[in-house]
């Protein structure tokens, strides 16, 4: 199994999570995050003073899938949240050794 | 008409009142804005223990002191009072709110209780009040300040800039010689408390004119709200124009401050000009805000909430505004006022500080203030973790 997390810009979400509900995702975990990579900052003026802000939201998704679906989930991912501007984001791919559904107590892929 | 006076006036007090003690949440509502969510149940509870105790240092001390007598022919006595307890919190809070989220909470309410009970009393005796300076050569009763750009603003503000010097900047304000920016944390917040206190100066100045119960005083009491707030548009728009020329973007809480700055600036005369006067006083006050804002912080006198620059600097121009634009009031009449009256204020107030530092700290400790206010001095986080988690 592994686990897909990937950045994106945060007006994106709709169209990657539909995306990813088309490919028969059942589940994910979702949160805002700060970052940059090769798309700077920019400056902002408080009260007279500039402050350079160099981290700019984004969002992050996580999603467990099964290792014969990576390829692609992150074909989905990247059409879905490609504008084709600086910020597009990234995918970073990890291994997953062990998933447990709560509820039941399914384990590995039954769970996912 | 003697009790239809009576009666008329004091509803008149008692409504006026009423608006400028919404200036409470207002300012709290401004402070809690403006500060990081770290700090803001410290802010808030200052601003609440501030109206508690001044006011009631003012009930039973300062009251008397500043007028001498409770006595009071042309209204009830009791509204008479409330009008002027109105004032006297807020006068403190100018000093709480400019040094927001490095104080410690109990030293700050012994100086309300002094500010209160003896400071803000006395310059209110030596100009509203029973003039015990009467016939001295620092008698100031000849100047004009209608609802106190001097007595209550330029007031507040001195002992600020004192606390000011005495209690430094927040942690990591002022970095290797470069002004590091502490953002808002709600602009929101601000902006709601700043418009909320514009309101509450229609009872501010309004009120302060005293009566309203025959045609001229009600065409008076019209004119005075109308003028303060003119000059409360002039300051925001020329703020406005001023940051957007400078920085080609519009700060809202610069234009806020600006308001604020016009505002305070009308504050010593709205009774007395016609109605385009007030335009110009409430331009240079935003003016002078804008310009100000930045200038102490390259002093190195931070001041969260731009209370200097609103209070002091607009408290100043709003009194001398008076004798340079009213007829029958002397510009040395006003200058002398803003003279004695700063002298005291911040001397004494200056004193004071220091005294109370050295037996109990005012500035909260660099670790303190890290962590935030809110843990060391409330135990009340305002915005507090996992607040959906039940």
Known sequence: MKKIEAIIKPFKIEEVKDALADAGIAGMTVSEVKGYGRQAGHTELYRGAEYVVDFIPKIKIEVVVKADDVESIIEKITEAARTGKIGDGKIFVTDVERVIRIRTGEEDEEAI | MGDFSYIVDTLFLLFAMTLIIFMVPGFAMLEAGI??????????????MIYAVASM?????????????????SVSKWAAFLFQMAFVGKTVNIMSGGVSERTRIIPLMIFTVLMAALIYPLVVNWTWGANMLEGTFLDISAMHDLAGSTVIHSTGAWALLAAIMIIGPRKGRYVDGKVRVIPASNIPLVTLGAMILWIGWFGFNGGSVGSISSKESADLVALTIMNTNTAGLAGAIIAAIIVYIQYKKFDITMILNGALGGLVAITAGADLFDIYTPILIGLIGGALVVFAVPLFDRLRLDDPVGALSVHLVNGIWGTIA??????????????????????????VSYLLLFVIDKIVRFRASDDEQLEGIDVSECGVEAYPEFKRAF
Not at chain 2, 57 to 73: H, I, R
Not at chain 2, 322 to 347: E, H, N, P, R, T
């Open chain 2, 322 to 347: 008076v004798g340079i634009f009213a007829k029958d009031v002397s510009l040395a009449a006003q200058l002398k006022g803003v003279v004695v009256v700063g002298l005291f204020a911040f001397v």
């Open chain 2, 57 to 73: 240092a003012f009930l039973l001390v300062g009251y008397q002191l500043a007028f001498g007598t409770w006595e009071n022919d």
């Open chain 2, 35 to 48: 500060v990081r969510t770290k700090n803001v149940s410290a802010v808030l509870t200052v601003n609440t």
